[in-house]
């Protein structure tokens, strides 16, 4: 059995575009969201994942599609586990290229979160393959290929026709609450007195608005903080106690159970 390897790393001529290849046995991603399109292309293996209430199967040579801060998981789904290849697409890169193949404005929504196209397979894969080859040009063109078949073939308008209501007052006031205090949260009673609520009711309609609880919510929130302070050059000694890890290994090992590599290989696949 091969061991776990993983390696991640931004795409080399599109800034908004991040890379992950890996093969995972026992790796178990915790419930996060991503700010970007998630883009995995299964080599080998199996992939589960809580999404959207349900447990999903991505088997060997499907595409899985999630939205941008659609909370979701990922472990093996067979003994061997599994191997991919993924993008993380900003939504400006693929608001960008949908609006280039004249479609409506607003944030495009992939309606079916696995799906098999062996085209958008060989195209996802091509997309890694470039960003290997030192060829800039090469790189950028694969990449709108792949993303630009893949809306043309799975994206639809956002199901705007069902309004969703805005979330309570109290759990708005309690999200701006954890972003304010991001190294310093209250408790889960302040928090709730802080807002006018209780702590069972607080972590309910949370939960219902934001698909995690708070602390899972601050966690997450914290990493990315930590992605984006690594992406500026800090070090992750310097910013573990400023966003509210207890130590750099705390920030690790939440680091990559979210983002699937520690922060030092990382920045291994940050530009110098």
Do not use: C
Request: glycine content about 8%.
């Amino acid at each position: 059995m091969s061991p776990e390897v993983a390696h991640y790393r931004r795409h080399p001529a599109e800034p908004g575009v991040d890379l992950l290849s890996a093969r995972y046995v026992t790796h178990r991603y915790t419930r996060h969201a991503h700010a970007t399109y998630t883009v995995g292309l299964i080599e080998f293996g199996v992939e589960e994942f809580e999404h959207a209430g349900s447990m999903l199967r991505a088997a060997t040579g499907q595409v899985a599609l999630l939205n941008p801060e659609v909370v979701h998981t990922g472990h093996a789904g067979v003994p061997e586990g599994w191997r991919y290849r993924v993008l993380y697409p900003s939504v400006d890169v693929v608001a960008q290229i949908a609006a280039e193949l004249g479609a409506p404005r607003g944030t495009p929504y992939f309606p079916q979160t696995i799906v098999d196209d062996p085209e958008a397979a060989r195209l996802l894969r091509a997309v890694h393959h470039s960003a290997d080859g030192g060829d800039a040009l090469a790189a950028s063109s694969t990449l709108h290929r792949a993303l630009a078949g893949l809306l043309r073939r799975h994206a639809a308008r956002p199901p705007g026709s069902v309004p969703r209501g805005a979330p309570p007052r109290a759990v708005r006031a309690a999200r701006e609450i954890l972003h304010e205090r991001l190294s310093d949260p209250p408790s889960l009673d302040d928090l709730a007195a802080m807002v006018g609520t209780g702590r069972f009711a607080l972590l309910r309609a949370f939960r219902a608005a934001y698909g995690l609880p708070p602390h899972a919510y601050l966690t997450n929130l914290r990493v990315q903080r930590a992605r984006a302070l690594l992406d500026a050059g800090a070090r992750p000694a310097e910013i573990a106690a400023d966003l509210g890890f207890t130590d750099q290994a705390h920030l690790t090992r939440h680091f990559k159970r979210i983002v699937g590599v520690p922060p030092g290989a990382y920045l291994l696949g940050r530009p110098a």
